[in-house]
């Protein structure tokens, strides 16, 4: 079917059968159309829906499993599915710390400048058996565990674990910010203004 206006062909529309509904007044009319548009939710779960979506993570590799890190960017893996492609080089614009390998004594207190350095939420992942608990490396050495000096909230097995594995811990740590609370701190008093009375 062509039509003057319309030079292409076009199918034709079905007639459309009488509504057996009653006809429905403008005001019902009006809040069917309202209510396709809008959703209810909280905010906190909103703030935490965001933040799991958009893990930043810090370009930060110690040892082997860096390169087991390095893999999940690239596109066998994707990790930008999970919004976590952007690895930031500075530790102010990150909020996730991913300790990929082992932690000599020496490097430790860097690591927890850098972890200090983060905003506010921030994570931790310990990938692998060495950043974990030491690894094979039981000596004067080697950090016995990264969860001495920093805080953890998923840890990933492995010597070291495959890129799936980091992938999992990603997905464990975003089902965790999303069933965690917003925190807003302190919030400063309002001053009270004192009434004086003028002579």
């Given at each position: 079917m062509t039509d003057e206006k319309n030079p292409f062909r076009t199918l034709a529309e079905p007639p459309?059968?009488?509504?057996?509904?009653?006809?429905?007044?403008?005001?019902?009319?009006?809040?069917?159309e309202l209510e396709r548009g809008i959703l209810f939710t909280s905010v906190e779960k909103v703030v935490n829906w965001a933040r799991a979506n958009a893990?930043?993570?810090?370009?930060?590799?110690?040892?082997?499993?860096?390169?087991?890190?390095?893999?999940?960017?690239?596109?066998?893996?994707?990790i930008s599915r999970f919004g976590a492609e952007v690895f930031r080089a500075s530790p102010r614009q990150a909020d996730l710390m991913i300790v990929a390998g082992r932690?000599?004594?020496?490097?430790?207190?860097?690591?927890?400048?850098?972890?200090?350095?983060?905003?506010?939420?921030?994570?931790?992942?310990?990938?692998?058996?060495?950043?974990?608990?030491?690894?094979?490396?039981?000596?004067?050495?080697i950090l016995q565990g990264v969860d001495k000096i920093?805080?953890?909230?998923?840890?990933?097995?492995?010597?070291?674990?495959?890129?799936?594995?980091?992938?999992?811990?990603?997905?464990k740590l975003q089902e965790k910010i999303l069933a965690s609370r917003v925190e807003l701190g302190p919030v400063p008093p309002k001053k009270k203004k004192s009434r004086k009375a003028v002579a």
């Open positions: 459309r059968p009488p509504s057996l509904e009653p006809a429905k007044s403008e005001e019902d009319a009006i809040r069917e893990i930043w993570p810090l370009g930060f590799g110690l040892a082997c499993c860096a390169i087991e890190m390095m893999a999940i960017v690239g596109p066998r893996f994707d932690v000599s004594i020496k490097m430790a207190p860097v690591l927890r400048l850098l972890y200090d350095q983060m905003p506010d939420p921030k994570w931790v992942i310990s990938m692998g058996a060495c950043a974990s608990c030491g690894g094979v490396f039981n000596n004067y050495a920093v805080p953890v909230d998923v840890y990933v097995p492995g010597c070291p674990p495959r890129p799936e594995a980091l992938i999992h811990g990603i997905m």
